[in-house]
């Protein structure tokens, strides 16, 4: 989308429609009151009312025939194949729109083939958003893979629950291709710095706390100060310090894992695209917090997913998917849309398929 309103999907064969939407009034307005109450409302949610809010989504983003132009290009993949559905709102001026959780779009029921589902979770359809490369020329996919795990628990946050993760990650060490070391120090600005310089991760996973300032529209980390407390840096800052250790990761995850009735406020959703800017490639982040148990499923299914040679984007939606349908009707559905992926280059493999076991 561009700033007046221009809604432009385009093919790699160059191929595309265009139509227009407007940038602000009523249906903007409304998605971010909604978004606000996803944020804030911490139990009680139902996918019938998670449902209005992807259709309004998708109703603000996709005018008619722009709609039917992607269909049709999924309609038109072989059997198998998927198609990349990457979001870019490029500039200051669309910065209120691309805070908003576009993992929730939901096409109604309707002509087409891809309807009456969210595009989170679709079988074909890659959901994922792109930001210009600013970090120089793609790095290609190496057969072993380094992670780095950063667990940040300051002492005046609430407690972050990363044992099950943890776990899961220990699980997957065994493979040939994964190499994990999990940060033992007090995640400080200096710690950090001096644990990338020794890993030099091609990932670094980081557990801990994120937050969004609606009215500067900054987000936020919450790292280790000396004296124990929350040390607040921003994405342009977290990017800085491993720029500072010389090996910056091509990779970030961020999750906030925390207890079953956690509010849902903690968001990454600021600093994701703030660590893409600033050079970082791909970043995996969580809008809200989830269940240790839902992190650690998510993150089994989304490693297992880049040892097949599978890109992050198709990795997260097999994560996605997954969540989704681990979901009883008495959990929070807000969970089939917590995981977004912000992608430089057009495709974000990291593994070479021989690097992989599964």
């Known amino acids: 989308m561009s700033t007046d309103g221009t809604v432009t999907a385009r093919r790699d064969d160059e191929t595309s429609k265009r139509g227009t939407r407007r940038v ?33 989504l998708h ?34 001026a669309l910065s209120h729109l691309a805070a908003l959780p576009w993992e929730y779009l939901y096409v109604p ?18 959901l994922s958003r792109h930001i210009p490369a600013v970090g120089g020329p793609m790095v290609p996919p ?11 628990q300051p002492n005046d946050q609430v407690d972050v629950i990363p044992e099950p ?31 990338v310089e020794q ?16 009215r500067d529209e900054v987000g936020t980390v919450a790292l280790v100060d000396v004296d124990g407390s929350s040390k607040m840096v921003t994405g342009d800052e977290l990017a800085g310090l491993w720029q500072r250790a010389g090996v910056p990761p091509r990779m970030v995850l961020l999750e906030s894992c925390q207890g079953a009735t956690a509010e849902a406020r903690g968001t990454f959703s600021g600093t994701a695209p703030q660590l893409v800017l600033s050079g970082t490639r791909l970043v995996v982040a ?45 959990q929070d559905p807000r969970m ?23």
């Open 199 to 214: 890993v030099r991760p091609h990932l670094i996973h980081f557990i801990g706390h994120g937050f969004y300032d609606e």
């Open 336 to 358: 089939l849309g917590v995981p977004l992926v912000y992608l430089q280059n057009d495709f974000g493999a990291v593994l070479t398929t021989s690097g992989g076991d599964a």
């Open 109 to 126: 029921p309707g002509p087409g083939l891809v309807q009456n589902t969210f595009l989170a979770t679709h079988e074909r359809v890659l």
């Open 165 to 195: 993760v943890l776990a899961a990650l220990g699980k997957l060490g065994d493979h040939s291709w994964l190499r994990v070391t999990v940060m033992t120090d007090e995640a400080t600005p200096a710690a950090l710095v001096r644990e």
């Open 142 to 152: 190496e057969p072993t893979f380094r992670v780095l795990v950063v667990v940040a």
């Open 59 to 92: 109703r603000m983003l996709f005018p008619r025939e722009v709609w039917s132009f992607i269909d049709s290009t999924v309609a038109g993949v072989p059997d198998g194949g998927l198609v990349r559905l990457q979001l870019s709102f490029p500039g200051a």
């Open 24 to 56: 602000d009034g009523v249906d903007s307005e409304l998605a971010r009151v909604f978004a606000r109450w996803l944020a804030r409302r911490t139990d009680g949610w139902t996918r019938d009312e998670i449902r209005p809010f992807g259709a309004l």
């Open 286 to 330: 969580m809008q809200y917090a989830v269940t240790p148990e839902m992190a650690a499923a998510f993150s089994t299914e989304f490693y297992a997913a880049l040892a097949a040679g599978l890109p992050v984007d198709a990795a997260v939606q097999r994560g996605r998917r997954l969540v989704a349908s681990a979901l009883t009707t008495e």
